[in-house]
């Protein structure tokens, strides 16, 4: 069964902490996404990477960092330099991560960090 | 940036057709045009995506006019369960300055049906 996973889907965090979300994939697409979702808004960009052992900021990756060590897997850490981490997120999958808006990303179900 | 403005919501009952226009005066030329769906608590998931004139699957239609500056989705005969946030989101290239790959979600439209 092909898809995009996340875990955990709730996540608790005292300040001061680092912590790791996990995200992974099993469709081979190329290239993953972070996002992160504030309540009433839309997405914003945090990292992406389009090919393994690569990644690239995003519009708000301030006090956050990735790694791609494989192709399957793209986990991301909320750092204590985030002033604001509670938040959802989301990860996402496409398939070439071409800057052709026809590459669809599928989305995992997020994670729900709250910071205690 | 190739931004796109949708109704912050919209109200339907149960059966109706309901129609989203979403505005994107500066798409570019070799952008296609994307929406989402997305229910509380979940990630989007992809609806439909088109270029021009009339695309159309098993979950809505999308009608895009020659001059590509705006595009309506359009769900057919809506149940309860339509009910979510629909994002119209249009291509950020290299070119742009934008992130590379990505594509940028607004507020989107929430869309709430009614018995």
């Known amino acids: 069964d092909g898809g995009i996973t996340q875990s955990p889907k709730y996540l608790f965090r005292k300040e001061g902490q680092n912590v790791t979300l996990s995200c992974e994939q099993n469709?081979?697409?190329?290239?993953m996404y972070w996002y992160r979702q504030d309540p009433g808004q839309g997405l914003r960009l945090i990292y992406y990477?389009?090919?393994?052992?690569?990644?690239q900021k995003g519009d708000i990756a301030e006090g956050y960092s990735v790694s791609r060590e494989k192709k399957e897997s793209f986990p991301l850490t909320v750092t204590s330099a985030q002033k604001n981490p509670t938040a959802f997120y989301l990860c996402?999958?496409?398939?070439?991560?071409?800057?052709?808006?026809?590459?669809?990303?599928?989305f995992g179900p997020g994670t729900r960090l709250t910071v205690l | 940036l190739a931004k796109t403005t949708q109704p912050i919501s919209m109200d339907s009952y149960e059966g109706q057709e309901v129609n989203i226009t979403c505005s994107h005066n500066?798409?570019?030329?070799?952008?296609?045009i994307t929406w989402y769906q997305q229910f509380p608590s979940q990630g989007p998931r992809f609806i439909i995506q088109?270029?021009?004139t009339k695309v159309t699957n098993e979950v809505a239609s999308l009608f895009i006019p020659a001059d590509r500056k705006s595009s309506t989705l359009s769900l057919p005969r809506v149940s309860l369960s339509d009910t979510a946030v629909y994002y119209c989101?249009?291509?950020?290239?290299?070119?742009?300055?934008?992130?590379?790959?990505?594509?940028?979600f607004g507020k989107g439209t929430k869309l709430s049906v009614k018995p």
């Open positions: 989101l249009v291509g950020a290239g290299e070119r742009d300055g934008g992130s590379q790959g990505n594509l940028i």
């Open positions: 469709l081979n697409h190329d290239a």
């Open positions: 500066n798409i570019a030329t070799n952008d296609y």
């Open positions: 990477s389009q090919i393994v052992n690569d990644f």
């Open positions: 088109g270029y021009k």
């Open positions: 996402a999958s496409s398939m070439r991560g071409s800057h052709s808006s026809t590459d669809t990303q599928y």
